[in-house]
């Protein structure tokens, strides 16, 4: 079947079964044509909040599946490839965050969204990368415990006066591998380019960086930007949308290696297959699912 075709049969299935399609920034482009809204993590949890679709198919990997599972508890969620999984939502288990609490106690715990439903059901907020420093400022502490990313965490700490976020040690390998030598052999190249950086990465690259934010937010500051040349600091999924999106613009992206194997799991040919096949169903735990929401609904409460 060519593209056309996939389009449009999915697009047909998509009104017969009231579905709709959930798009991450990182997936592979083509996704966005069937795609309903395409964002970061925090706009597309809004949209899986607030939809009225009685399906919901998120292209993206798993833990976003199952936080719309836990905000859309009635609807079917699925995703099409059930080995799209997040290697740093795996870094730490409810267990371990047992753990790191007892060696903290009366620290309130913010989790980042890349985390599995039972690390969300044992933390008190959640956040992603769009609202972290407002949800680690809402919570009015002098200690905050963030979970698992040690990056995310460490930027919030640096852009607020007073509070110690003491971190889990976990991190996404694709932003985690980028360093400031990166930057630095770019720039060489690029001397007028604005460097655009995701805050998964290292301290020492958010550091170098023009402007700091989640996917949604690089996408905005660059279209609202008078420069013509940006290097583009996290998945290579952002480059193509940008390249598609601003075409007088120019953007390198930091390095080969930044890309995302599991979010570009997907292809059009999966999304159709989940429609017609319902596949695969995410369900979560009603008890994990109660305390998660409570975390996830905090979040969603607090202005980013
Ligand atoms: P955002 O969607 O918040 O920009 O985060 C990127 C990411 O790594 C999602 O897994
Ligand atoms: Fe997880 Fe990193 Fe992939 Fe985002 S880019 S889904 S944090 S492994």
Not at 160 to 179: N, Q
Not at 284 to 290: L, P, S
């Amino acid at each position: 079947m060519d593209k056309r075709e996939l389009i449009e049969k999915i697009n047909k299935l998509k009104k017969e079964k009231n579905a709709i399609v959930l798009a991450h920034t990182y997936q592979n482009l083509e996704i966005d044509e069937v795609a309903d809204f395409s964002g970061d993590s925090l706009y597309l949890s809004r949209q899986a909040a607030n939809t009225d679709a009685d399906i919901i198919v998120f292209a993206g990997v798993y833990f976003m599946a199952e936080t719309a599972k836990i905000l859309s508890p009635d609807k079917t969620v699925l995703l099409p490839n059930l080995s799209a999984g997040c290697a740093m939502a795996d870094k730490i288990n409810a267990q371990q965050l047992r753990e790191f609490k007892a060696k903290h106690p009366d620290v309130p715990v913010v989790c980042y969204v890349n985390s599995t439903a039972e690390v969300k059901a044992e933390s008190d907020v959640c956040c992603t990368s769009a609202n972290a420093i407002n949800v680690v400022k809402s919570l009015n502490a002098k200690e905050v415990l963030f979970v698992p990313d040690q990056h995310l965490g460490a930027y919030a700490e640096s852009q607020l006066d007073g509070v110690k976020v003491i971190t889990y040690p976990g991190y996404c390998p694709v932003h985690h591998a980028i360093s400031p030598v990166d930057i630095t052999e770019k720039k060489k190249l690029y001397p007028c380019a604005k460097v655009m950086v995701h805050p998964e990465c290292p301290a020492e690259v958010t550091k170098m960086a023009d402007f700091v934010g989640s996917t949604t937010a690089i996408i905005k500051a660059v279209k609202e930007s008078d420069a013509k040349e940006f290097i583009i600091v996290t998945e290579k999924g952002v480059v193509e949308r940008l390249e598609r999106d601003c075409p007088d613009k120019k953007f390198v992206l930091i390095n080969e290696k930044a890309v995302c194997d599991t979010m570009k799991l997907l292809h059009l040919q999966d999304i159709l297959n989940a429609l017609e096949n319902n596949c695969y169903e995410i369900n979560v735990d009603a008890q994990i699912a109660k305390k998660a929401l409570k975390s996830i609904d905090r979040m969603i409460s607090i202005n980013a």
